[in-house]
C-alpha cells in the first residue's frame, strides 16, 4: 500500500540532546513538508522540499535541520538550539507537478522534552 | 507573505443541522488552489474538500460544499446534516504554485468543531 510513514509514534528526549524524526513515503511524491502542531496555532510550517537536494526553510526553522538525499525520505532533526521542542509534529508529502493534488499526512510523532 | 485566518476557534451545532465554518487568506498570486482539512482525535489528517482558483465553480463533495469568493479572498465550508463523525479540527489551506513562496503549502490555525447529539 502506497503511503507516508512517520517514526516514531513517541518519542521523548532529554534537554540538550538532538534527535531526528523519520518520514518516508512511497507515493513517488517530489514535495516533503514537515509541520509543528502545538495547542491553538494550527499548522506551522518548519521546512519544506520540492526535489532531492533543496529544501526551504518555513515560519519557524530556526533550531531545526532537515535533509534530502532521497525522494522517498525527509527526515527532520531537532536540534538543542530549538528552545521549546516539546510538540506534535506532522510531516506531509504532495506531487508537486500537479497544483491540485492535496497533501498526504503520515500519522505523526509527539516529541517530548524530559 | 501568503497567511491564512480562520476567525473561529471553536464552534458547535446540533447533530442533523448546518454549519459554515469561515476562512480568509491574503495573496497577490491569482492561480491557487483551496483545501479544507479534518483532523478526528486520532489527529490523522484528512482532506474534506478542495477547490482550484481558476474554477468559478464551487466544489462540492456530498455533505460538504465550500463558497468560493476569490475577489473577497473567502473560502468557507458549509457542513449540511451535521453528523457525530463530523467532530474534529478543520483546517484551511493554501498552496500556489507560482512566486517566491511556490509549494508553500500554508494552514489556518483551525476551527474546532463539535456535534452534538
Known amino acids: 500500500d502506497g503511503g507516508i510513514t512517520q517514526s516514531p509514534k513517541y518519542l521523548f528526549r532529554k534537554e540538550g540532546q538532538n534527535v531526528t524524526l523519520s518520514c518516508e513515503q512511497n507515493?513517488?511524491?517530489?514535495?516533503m513538508y514537515w509541520y509543528r502542531q502545538d495547542p491553538g496555532q494550527g499548522l506551522r510550517l518548519i521546512y519544506y522540499?520540492?526535489?532531492?537536494?533543496?529544501?526551504q526553510k518555513g515560519d519557524i526553522a530556526e533550531g531545526y535541520s532537515v535533509s534530502r538525499e532521497k525522494k522517498e525520505s525527509f527526515p527532520l532533526t531537532v536540534t538543542s538550539a530549538q528552545k521549546n521542542p516539546t510538540a506534535f509534529y506532522l510531516c506531509?508529502?504532495?506531487?508537486?507537478?500537479?497544483?491540485?493534488?492535496?497533501?498526504?499526512f503520515g500519522q505523526g510523532t509527539r516529541l517530548t522534552v524530559v | 507573505a501568503q497567511t491564512v485566518t480562520q476567525s473561529q476557534p471553536e464552534m458547535s451545532v446540533q447533530e442533523a443541522e448546518t454549519v459554515t465554518l469561515s476562512c480568509t487568506y491574503d495573496?497577490?498570486?491569482?492561480?491557487?488552489?483551496l483545501f479544507w482539512y479534518k483532523q478526528p482525535p486520532s489527529r490523522q489528517m484528512i482532506l474534506v474538500i478542495r477547490q482550484e482558483a481558476y474554477k468559478q465553480q464551487n466544489a462540492t463533495e456530498n455533505r460538504f460544499s465550500v463558497n468560493f469568493q476569490k475577489a473577497a479572498k473567502s473560502f468557507s465550508l458549509k457542513i449540511s446534516d451535521s453528523q457525530l463523525g463530523d467532530t474534529a479540527m478543520y483546517f484551511c489551506a493554501f498552496i500556489s504554485n507560482y512566486g517566491g513562496s511556490q509549494g508553500n503549502l500554508i494552514f489556518g490555525k483551525g476551527t474546532k468543531l463539535s456535534v452534538k447529539p
Open positions: 506531509a508529502s504532495r506531487d508537486a507537478g500537479q497544483g491540485t493534488t492535496e497533501a498526504f
Open positions: 507515493l513517488n511524491h517530489d514535495a
Open positions: 495573496t497577490s498570486e491569482n492561480n491557487y488552489y
Open positions: 522540499s520540492q526535489i532531492v537536494n533543496d529544501f
